[in-house]
């Protein structure tokens, strides 16, 4: 909502620019669409690596 409002405002100043925005914010979001895939691999990626590293203090405390 408050992305729409800033957007209204925008194109109450300055309609050529509020246009421009609004055509590009789709190519731009297709453009950082595989970096945003490749950080939530890395963040899969660091979890498991986080998981296998903590799982014999988990076991540790589990038997304690």
Do not use: D, Q
């Amino acid at each position: 909502m408050l992305t729409f409002l800033l957007w209204c405002a925008l194109f109450l100043f300055s309609w050529p620019l509020a246009i421009a925005a609004l055509i590009l914010y789709p190519i731009v979001w297709l453009i950082l669409l595989p970096f945003r895939i490749v950080g939530i691999a890395v963040h899969g990626v660091l979890e498991l690596v986080a998981a296998v590293i903590l799982l014999p203090v988990k076991a540790i405390k589990a038997l304690a």
